[in-house]
């Protein structure tokens, strides 16, 4: 079956670089996204990747997808302190609907 | 604001009892999906409908049903509630629930069985 995989929790630095990773088992993967939760909050779509692609940049964003070993990473460059949230990884399979991960907690130090 | 509404944004109940969530898609969007969100689950999908009739479904319990109806507006009804159906339910919509589309989410309803 489906199965998407992240890490718990990520902890940086204001300015820093975060990365986020996920593994995905779905080889049929069409789509990949990441949504971003804040606290008591729903899911905001933060950017997507066609599966065909190796990378995708949208402002502060950059997704990386390596499709042979099943790896989409998100890249926040300039962390600040409104980023820190949980931050999910999905895969749209063969039906229409969306696999989650389980979620990344990111805390931005000051 | 993702375009998407859901009511209410909380729900206290008793186990036992049958709650109806409401979701009203974004202006133009013909599909309906539902989620649950529990902190042993995780997000999970439940169902789809599109344009009225149910497209896909999920892991929902056989005590859940759904519909979408001619205004395209979807309920989501949970009946003999227990403890467990505690959670988190999303609904997101797309324009016409193809594979090529991204599902934009409400905010969600928090319901609290006790």
């Known amino acids: 079956g489906e199965d998407v995989e992240q890490s718990l929790f990520l902890s940086v630095r204001e300015g820093d670089s975060s990365v986020i990773n996920c593994t995905y088992t779905?080889?049929?993967?069409?789509?990949l996204y990441w949504y971003k939760q804040e606290p008591g909050a729903g899911l905001q779509l933060l950017t997507y990747?066609?599966?065909?692609?190796d990378m995708k940049q949208d402002q502060r964003l950059t997704v990386l997808l390596n499709k042979k070993d099943k790896h989409l990473s998100l890249r926040i460059a300039d962390t600040q302190t409104g980023d820190s949230a949980i931050y999910f990884c999905?895969?749209?399979?063969?039906?229409?609907?969306?696999?989650f991960g389980g979620g990344t907690r990111l805390m931005v130090k000051p | 604001d993702s375009g998407v509404t859901q009511t209410p944004k909380h729900l206290i109940t008793a186990t036992g009892q049958r709650v109806t969530l409401r979701c009203s898609p974004r202006?133009?969007?013909?599909?309906v999906y539902w989620y649950q969100q529990s902190l042993d689950q995780g997000l999970q999908f439940l169902i789809q409908?599109?344009?009225?009739?149910?497209?896909a479904k999920g892991n929902i319990l056989e005590r859940f049903s759904a519909q979408q109806f001619p205004d395209l507006h979807s309920e989501l009804n949970l009946s003999s509630l227990e403890l467990g159906d505690s959670a988190l339910y999303f609904c997101?919509?797309?324009?016409?629930?193809?594979?090529?589309?991204?599902?934009?989410f409400g905010p969600g309803t928090r319901l609290l069985v006790l």
């Open positions: 997101a919509s797309s324009a016409a629930g193809g594979r090529a589309e991204t599902q934009y």
């Open positions: 779905d080889s049929s993967s069409t789509y």
């Open positions: 990747i066609f599966s065909n692609m």
């Open positions: 999905a895969e749209r399979g063969a039906g229409n609907m969306l696999t």
């Open positions: 202006s133009g969007d013909l599909s």
């Open positions: 409908y599109y344009n009225g009739e149910e497209r």
